[in-house]
């Protein structure tokens, strides 16, 4: 049995003997109210066995009946990775006696999937575009939870018996299947990275799944295999699961390419089989020994009808889908005149949709970058939350920054409402209302406050009709402390002036 | 005149994860065999204008709303298993150590 002392090649010598070839396989959860064929609800984290019903359960009796926003999501899917939606297609059993299935089969499809033969344009690190052709995606239902209990390290070899949870059974999923990657040379490990990432964002944006890796909501598996140089068959690969992470996929593929590669020098050979990825050690061990597809005895299910999409339907989905994200991104960075660097900060803050929600609020680009980008990054970091999870929304951020152009607040003012609203005392405009924010704007008022701090502080009165005008500042900050930092600083600047020169 | 093979009954039964005996083996071929035959008959009326169905019913995009319906208690979903524990069903060892 193979350990996790596995040899490696180093991976400069890797790349000068053998090409990889990469396929990767995606499977996301769909974030549909309901299971694939039953009304169970499938919210993540349920105590287990509380989201089943006879249908996931496989109890006799009990038929599937398909969700229909879950065949809508795999047609937009399907359509935002350019695939051709078939006009007819069905759904196949797969059939394998584990328990992480009760009905001993899983509904997916096999030769009729719903979509087929996409296109995926990524960008990779240096800007460089990869075209990654899409071989299918198909509809299928998620497995349950198993649980591995007993044995020398928890883990399925050795395990004494296992505790099923099947909240996850049924759940709506899509698997969605690339064509062999081939060219990638050296950055195969960064290829499968970014395109998972992308893949992420397109779904994100198509708001068909929560695409948590960590949850597993999103999941990839890595199937790789070297060619020697020159040769033209490919290898034989094996299929990297539990990679739950971007940066996981990427040491994985790189992992096993060294692996192979060795195994191959010593004059071995690659065993087709699944294997595990190791977050901790960045090693993959072998699974169990894949079951062939004639093995799963794929036959169409009996108990489904076939799904025929209507033409004008899918047309009239094409047309409504969002803008990709790619294009988003080139847009929004000619638009707002960025820097790649700026553009890249504010994608990994997760601020590109806050701020141009902000901007479709109606503030200018440049103030609702500055929020999003350095205030609230700073308060969601003090925080340890997302951007997004902070509890003030774009149209909030929109209306301050609309306040300030308005010269009902300064900036200090501005950060007082703000942080008003991140605490719920309420809108913008509410905060202003209760904390008593809004700009002394009144002439008669300032001047007066104006007049007293002049009193206080002749000298300074003095040193400004004697040509020091910077020494109007202290009289300024006077004013500014006197109105609780409500006056515009700029205009009691003027009328300082002015009341220095009668 | 055997088509299925004791080896293949024995595939299938590693797939199926049923202990099989010898004598079973041979049993189980020849009861597959008449059961393989019974149904490839109806291949014999099946003409090439015919094409492969699976559903007898005409029927295209029979579809759910995606609505939450009531299921089971987890007490009610357990109620029939052989075994349970942490509101989990409990099952034997999945996988022999030759898996
Ligand atoms: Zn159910």
Redesign the pocket.
């Given at each position: 049995m193979t350990t996790a002392t596995d040899a490696l090649m180093p991976y400069d010598e890797v790349l000068e003997r053998f090409d990889p070839v990469l396929g990767l396989e995606v499977h996301v959860e769909l974030g549909t109210a309901t299971?694939m064929f039953?009304?169970?609800p499938t919210a993540f984290g349920a105590p287990p066995n509380t989201q089943?019903?006879p249908?996931?359960l496989g109890l006799p009796g009990s038929l599937p009946v398909v969700n229909g926003v879950a065949v809508e999501s795999a047609v937009r899917i399907g359509l935002a990775l350019n695939c051709t939606i078939v006009d007819w297609c069905r759904f196949a059993r797969k059939n394998y006696f584990y328990p992480d299935i009760p009905k001993n089969f899983q509904i997916s499809q096999y030769d009729e999937p719903i979509a087929v033969d996409g296109r995926f344009d990524i960008e990779l690190e240096d800007g460089a575009t990869f075209r990654v052709r899409i071989e299918r995606a198909h509809m299928e239902e998620d497995t349950g939870k198993s649980l591995h209990v007993g044995g020398s390290t928890g883990r399925i070899h050795g395990a004494e018996y296992s505790l099923l949870d099947y909240n996850r059974a049924?759940v709506p999923l899509i698997e969605i299947v690339t064509k062999p990657i081939t060219g990638t040379g050296a950055r195969a490990p960064e290829v499968a990275r970014v395109y998972v990432a992308a893949l992420r964002d397109v779904l994100r944006g198509l708001g068909v799944s929560d695409v948590r890796m960590d949850q597993g909501s999103l999941r990839c598996d890595a199937n790789v295999s070297l060619m020697p140089k020159g040769a033209t068959e490919f290898g034989t690969r094996t299929e990297t699961k539990n990679v739950n992470s971007l940066r996981s996929v990427e040491r994985a593929v790189r992992h096993e390419m060294q692996r192979q590669a060795a195994v191959l020098a010593a004059g071995g050979t690659v065993v087709q089989e699944t294997r595990h990825f190791d977050e901790n050690t960045g090693f993959t061990r072998p699974g169990r020994v894949k079951e062939t597809a004639e093995d799963y005895r794929y036959f169409p299910e009996p108990d489904l009808v076939p799904v025929a999409p209507d033409t004008e339907w899918v047309i009239g989905l094409r047309k409504a889908l969002p803008e990709p994200p790619a294009e988003r991104r080139r847009r929004v960075q000619t638009d707002w005149d960025l820097s790649d660097l700026e553009l890249r900060d504010m994608v990994n803050a997760g601020a590109l949709d806050l701020i141009t929600a902000t901007v479709d609020a109606g503030a200018p680009a440049a103030q609702a970058r500055s929020w999003w980008m350095s205030y609230l990054s700073q308060e969601a970091n003090t925080r340890g939350i997302e951007l997004a999870e902070l509890p003030i929304t774009p149209v909030e951020v929109a209306r301050v920054v609309a306040l300030v152009a308005e010269g009902g607040l300064t900036n200090n003012l501005a950060r007082q409402v703000v942080d008003g609203v991140l605490a719920g005392e309420g809108t913008p405009d509410e905060v202003v209302e209760s904390r008593g924010l809004a700009v002394v704007s009144d002439d008669s008022s300032l001047v007066a406050a104006v007049d007293e701090a002049l009193a206080a502080q002749p000298d300074v009165v003095e040193k400004v009709r004697g040509g020091k005008v910077a020494a109007a500042g202290a009289i300024v900050g006077a004013v500014m402390k006197a109105t609780g930092g409500k006056a515009d600083a700029k205009r009691v600047r003027e009328l300082v002036l002015e009341r220095c020169a009668q | 005149m055997n088509t299925i093979s004791r080896d293949e009954v024995a595939h299938l039964a590693r797939l199926a994860r049923l202990a099989v005996t010898e004598d079973e083996l041979d049993t189980f071929a020849a009861q597959l065999d008449v059961i393989l035959a019974s149904v490839a008959r109806v291949g014999e009326v099946a003409a090439d204008d015919i094409p492969p169905t699976s559903h007898a019913v005409p029927l295209t995009n029979v579809f759910r709303a995606d609505e939450v319906r009531p299921?089971l208690t987890q007490q009610q979903a357990l109620s029939g298993a052989p075994a349970t524990e942490d509101g989990r069903f409990k099952v034997p060892q999945i996988l022999g150590g030759d898996e």
């Open positions: 299971k039953c009304g169970c089943v019903c249908t996931c049924g | 299921g």
